[in-house]
C-alpha cells in the first residue's frame, strides 16, 4: 500500500484521479488538494461520486510531513515546475512542463520562462509502450498529452516507411477544462465541430519528439464530453501490402495491455469510451501510397488520468493493469 495526492484534484483529470484512485487496491489516497475549493465535498461537485470525502489544501510541509509516496499534478501548464521542487516524492505531472527534454522548446511552445531544469533532465516521457523500462526506474513522469497519446501510437510503428505524416484529430470538449468556453456555454459546441489552431496547436511539437518523418497535426473539437480519433494519413516510401502493416502493428504492440489492433473494422470512439484503451485500426492503402490509420482512445483515461494511473503501476511494481481494468460505464 503506498499513499498519493492529488494537487488539482477538482478539475476533470483530477476528478477522473480521484475515482480510479479511491478503487485502486494498493493506494491510500490521502491529498485532494484544491485551493478554490477546500473543505468542500467532492460529491458537492461531481454528484456521481459516492463518498463523503472532502477537497484538502495541504501546505507543501504538510503534504511532506504526510510521507506521501507519490503526487499526481493535474495542474494547468507552468505551474508544475514551481511545486515539484518542493516535493518529497514520485511525480507524475499531468502538464507539458517536463514533457520536453529540450527546454528551449517547451519555453517557445508555451510562451514562458521554465525554472526547474534540473528535474527536467531527470524526467521520462510516460508513454509505457515506448518507455516502460526508464518509467520503471523513474521520480518524475511526464504524462503525454492526450493527442500526443493517441497520434503517436498510431504512427510509430511505420516510421521507417513514412516520408510524410498528417495527423487530423477530433476530441471531445473536456481536453479544454472545466473553465472553458465550451463547458460555460455548451451552445458553442452543440450540433457543431470547431476546427481550431490550424497549424500551431501545442501538441503538435510534443508529437513532433517521437515521429522521424515530416508531419502535420490539426485538432478539432466535436460535440461529445470525452473521447478522441486520430485519422493518421501517411504518406509511404515505397508500396507495401497491408497485411504486413498490420503484422508489423501487432507485432510491436503484442504484450501491451491497453493496446488493440483492429484489422476487421475502422475503430470508433465508442469503443474505447470510459477506458484506457487505445484501438487502431482501418490501415487501407490508396492508389496514392497514402496509408490511412484510425485510433481512438478515451481523453480523459488512456489521455490522461488512466494513463498517469498505469504510470503509477509501473514506476510502483504494481500490476500494470491495478485499478483500471474496469472503469465507470455510462
Known amino acids: 500500500m503506498i499513499k498519493v495526492g492529488i494537487l488539482g484534484a477538482a478539475g476533470y483529470t483530477g476528478y477522473e484521479l480521484v475515482k ?18 477546500a473543505d468542500k465535498k467532492v460529491s458537492d461537485i461531481n454528484g456521481d461520486y459516492p463518498d463523503d470525502d472532502v477537497f484538502t489544501n495541504y501546505s507543501f ?29 514520485k511525480i507524475i505531472d499531468l502538464s507539458a512542463d517536463y514533457r520536453f527534454k529540450d527546454i528551449r522548446t517547451y519555453e517557445a511552445v508555451y510562451d514562458v520562462r521554465h525554472t526547474d531544469k534540473i528535474n527536467n533532465k531527470k524526467a521520462v516521457y510516460g508513454l509505457p509502450e515506448l518507455f516502460r523500462e526508464e518509467i520503471k526506474k523513474a521520480e518524475i513522469i511526464a504524462n503525454p498529452g492526450c493527442y500526443a497519446t493517441c497520434c503517436i501510437l498510431s504512427a510509430y510503428p511505420v516510421m521507417k516507411f513514412a516520408k510524410y505524416v ?36 501545442r501538441h503538435g511539437p510534443e508529437i513532433k519528439q517521437f515521429i522521424t518523418a515530416e508531419m502535420s497535426f490539426t485538432p478539432h473539437v466535436i460535440n461529445t464530453f470525452e473521447g478522441m480519433m486520430a485519422t493518421t494519413h501517411v504518406l509511404l516510401k515505397d508500396s507495401i501490402d497491408r497485411e504486413e502493416i498490420i503484422k508489423l502493428y501487432r507485432d510491436f504492440y503484442h504484450d501491451e495491455p491497453f493496446v488493440r489492433i483492429i484489422a476487421n473494422k475502422i475503430p470508433e470512439i465508442k469503443d474505447v469510451a470510459f477506458t484506457n484503451f487505445c484501438h487502431i485500426g482501418g490501415f ?27 504510470n503509477m503501476n509501473i514506476m510502483f511494481g504494481f500490476d500494470e493493469k491495478s485499478g483500471l481494468e474496469f472503469l465507470r460505464t455510462k
Open 166 to 201: 498528417l495527423f487530423d484529430c477530433k476530441s471531445g470538449w473536456s481536453g479544454a477544462g472545466r473553465n472553458s468556453l465550451y463547458a460555460n456555454d455548451p451552445t458553442t459546441i452543440r450540433d457543431n465541430l470547431v476546427a481550431y489552431k490550424l497549424t500551431g496547436h
Open 61 to 89: 510541509d504538510e503534504i511532506n510531513r504526510l510521507k506521501i509516496d507519490c503526487m499526481f499534478l493535474a495542474l494547468p501548464h507552468a505551474s508544475s515546475y514551481s511545486y515539484v521542487p518542493k516535493l518529497n516524492c
Open 20 to 37: 480510479i484512485l479511491k478503487k485502486h487496491p494498493q493506494v491510500e489516497l490521502v491529498v485532494l488538494n484544491s485551493r478554490s475549493l
Open 284 to 310: 487501407e492503402i490508396d492508389e496514392h501510397n497514402r496509408l490511412v490509420i484510425v485510433s481512438v482512445i478515451d481523453n480523459l483515461l488512456k489521455g490522461a488520468s488512466g494513463q498517469a494511473v498505469q
